[in-house]
């Protein structure tokens, strides 16, 4: 059963099962053209204020639990809403955070009501923005505006996985609607994936507010980072460039420090303070994301160890499955 609030009827949840009813898919290309702004604040609407709280299919919106929104046939969505931890809106004007990881058949359509700001940390999909289809592979980040029509949708053979804020309007008018309008631009989008995964997972947890308060400090700097509030430079940046162009290296503690021109354990101090873990696993978190990128593709699961620094498939697994959560071959098996 749908639950409404003050913003939905009964006409508004007539109208966007009608919408629902029929695959998304084929029509989503015209659907700006055919269906008006009030259709599609009332499905985004309706999306927010019932997908959080379990499975919505395209005919129906119901569910068992509260942290698991399905568009499409194996999406999955970890959220946390305002409405369940207060402090969100009322210290950070955060409307939601989400963890989503969208299938290749998701699709959604949305008028955008709040500022969105989403990080592509693996993988692809495609966003309307400016009236087309643009493409957004990992490290790509688009803000989206209040009143802007949007549509997302994943592309076939493709899974994406995305970091999602929405932040109250009014809370954030005043930095937000400062920030040009770039469309998608490149950015280091895991920070922020690590921080929305802390709160979460402490949310569903121990919820201790003063944890999860540190954690929504960080997933706000994070998230203003990526949409041009640079705050104070990231002095580590050159490392990581350099470590990303040569993954199959066997990197070591020394190496990086080396190259860092500063001590091992300056390193580990300035990494936990930028990156919130250790240089290693930092070293991991590149090889992972970047083996993300190349299991979409064509290559074998050997050849991709290769390629981000294992010598053979084993080791290679162990460690995808420690920090996706599912073996390479399950991964590509999802697709």
């Known amino acids: 059963m749908v639950e ?62 509260p942290d698991c929104l399905v568009p499409g046939e194996s999406t999955r969505v970890v959220s946390v809403h305002s409405s369940q931890l207060p402090i969100m809106k009322n210290r950070w004007g955060i409307y939601w ?38 493409t957004m592979k990992t490290n790509d980040v688009f803000l989206g505006r209040p009143g802007q029509a949007a549509g997302q949708r994943g592309r076939p053979n493709h899974r994406w996985h995305q970091a999602i804020v929405l932040y109250y309007p009014e809370h954030r008018a005043a930095f937000l609607s400062q920030v040009p309008a770039a469309g998608i631009v490149h950015a280091e989008a895991e920070p922020l994936r690590s921080a ?84 290693m696993h930092y070293v991991t978190r590149l090889r992972m994301n970047r083996a993300v990128g190349l299991l979409d593709g064509d290559h074998t699961i050997d050849h991709v160890a290769r390629m981000v620094g294992y010598e053979d498939a084993f080791a290679f697994s162990k460690a995808f499955k420690r920090h996706r959560g599912m073996s390479p071959a399950h991964y590509r098996s999802t697709k």
């Not at 008028?111 to 693996?122: E, R, V």
């Not at 999909?125 to 087309?132: F, L, T, V």
């Open 196 to 279: 929305i995964q802390g709160l979460h997972r402490e949310f569903v947890g121990p919820a201790s507010g003063d944890v999860m308060d540190a954690w929504l400090t960080l997933i706000d700097a994070q998230a203003r980072r990526l949409i041009g509030d640079p705050g104070p430079p990231l002095r580590l940046t050159g490392l990581w460039q350099q470590v990303e162009a040569d993954l199959a290296r066997a990197w070591t503690m020394a190496d990086l420090a080396g190259l860092a021109n500063m001590s091992e354990h300056h390193l580990w101090l300035l990494c936990r303070q930028e990156a919130l873990t250790s240089p």
């Open 97 to 134: 955070l989400a963890l989503a990881d969208y299938s290749s058949d998701f699709a959604d359509i949305s008028a955008t009501t709040c500022y969105d700001i989403l990080a592509t940390f693996g993988g692809q999909g495609q966003r309307w923005i400016d009236g087309q289809w643009r």
């Open 4 to 65: 409404t609030d003050e913003f939905m009827s009964e006409n508004d949840i007539s109208t966007i099962r009608g919408l629902m009813s029929v695959p998304l898919w084929p029509r989503l290309d015209g659907l700006f053209f055919q269906y008006g702004e009030q259709e599609l604040i009332i499905a985004t609407r309706v999306a927010v204020a019932n997908g959080l709280r379990g499975n919505m299919s395209k005919n129906d919106v119901s569910g068992p639990g």
